[in-house]
């Protein structure tokens, strides 16, 4: 399963809720506002956007490092 998640908290709990009870290495991020999909944050995202830019998963959002506008299907 997926988690959903606000873009407002930090990567580092983003990361957490990834690896709680063997999810897949990805979640779903929702806007506070509208409640719709907005962006989807995965492990590659977080290896190449803020651990390789020397960047702490604690200061940053998951909305500033996330792939923003993903394609869905209905």
Sequence with gaps: SISIV???ISVRDAAK???A???TGAVLVKSDET??????LSEKDV??????????????TVSQV???NPFTIS
């Design 21 to 23: 009870g063997n999810k």
């Design 66 to 68: 996330m792939t923003p």
């Design 47 to 60: 290896i190449c956007r803020v651990i390789a830019q020397g960047k702490s998963v604690d200061d940053v």
């Design 6 to 8: 606000s873009g407002s």
């Design 35 to 40: 409640g719709k999909l907005v962006g989807i």
């Design 17 to 19: 809720l990834m690896i």
